[in-house]
């Protein structure tokens, strides 16, 4: 089974609906965050969450909102979709990068993509 | 602000050369992580190589390679004996350890590999 989780692999909505795309990870880590893919952009920062109760904004937030059920589990709500959140969405996890045995990097979950029509 | 810069959208390579792609970031900080990604068709985000700023040798994972220039804040990504399973896109990124711990990646290029 994946490290990280995602659910859903695709989604064809339409303007206007909630979407809700989940994440859910076994590695243990505190530090999970949310990446919106685009050509030729790279990947753009959603939201990030440090802990539980530690919910951070990125540098593309609005439109989207986030949940963080438990330490495992990271959830990005579109409340009213619109075509240009037309994109890849991946979910990943991090250890904190400074401590003895931290790897350092972000693992990923295998992607959403979400098609808003 | 951290910046990762990607010159090259597109490379190509010959099956069984070697290729270098190109990476170049900005940061003030002295002690981060630098990372090459590899996106298959499968868009999975797949680990390639991880280089921490303090060591000063170069990274090398198979026929993966890096060539880290700290002074000149470039991190070249080298594969050698390259085979089709290497086309994909190919990420840098950047993780600042300090201030807001922060992951930065460049916009990706995109490598063919020619039989």
């Known amino acids: 089974d994946a490290d990280v989780t995602q659910t859903p692999r695709n ?3 339409k303007t206007g ?6 994440c859910s990870q076994t590695k243990g880590h505190d530090r999970m965050y949310w990446y919106r893919q685009d050509p030729g952009l790279g990947l753009q920062l959603i939201y990030y969450s440090f802990d539980v109760k530690d919910i951070n904004k990125g540098e593309i937030s609005d439109g989207y909102s986030v949940s963080r059920q438990a330490q495992a589990k990271f959830s990005l709500s579109l409340e009213s979709a619109i075509p240009n959140q037309t994109a890849l969405y991946f979910c990943a996890t991090s250890d904190g990068g400074l401590g003895q045995g931290d790897t350092g990097e972000l693992f990923f979950g295998e992607g959403s993509r979400l098609t808003v029509l | 602000a951290q910046t990762v810069t990607q010159s090259q959208p597109e490379m190509s390579v010959q099956e069984a050369e070697t290729v270098t792609l190109s990476c ?3 940061t003030s900080e002295s002690d981060y992580y ?3 990604y590899k996106q298959p068709p499968s868009r999975q985000m797949i680990l390639v190589i991880r280089q921490e700023a303090y060591k000063q040798q170069n990274a090398t994972e198979n026929r993966f ?7 000149a804040k470039s991190f070249s990504l080298k594969i050698s ?3 089709l399973g290497d086309a994909a896109m190919y990420f840098c990124a950047y993780r600042r350890l300090h201030t807001g711990n922060q ?5 990706g290029t995109s490598l063919t590999v020619i039989p």
């Open chain 1, 11 to 13: 989604r064809i909505t």
């Open chain 1, 17 to 22: 609906k909630r979407i809700m795309l989940e």
């Open chain 2, 24 to 26: 170049t970031y900005d």
């Open chain 2, 34 to 36: 630098l990372f090459w």
């Open chain 2, 65 to 71: 390679s890096v060539n880290f220039q700290k002074a």
């Open chain 2, 81 to 83: 004996d390259s085979q």
């Open chain 2, 103 to 107: 992951f930065y990646f460049g916009t």
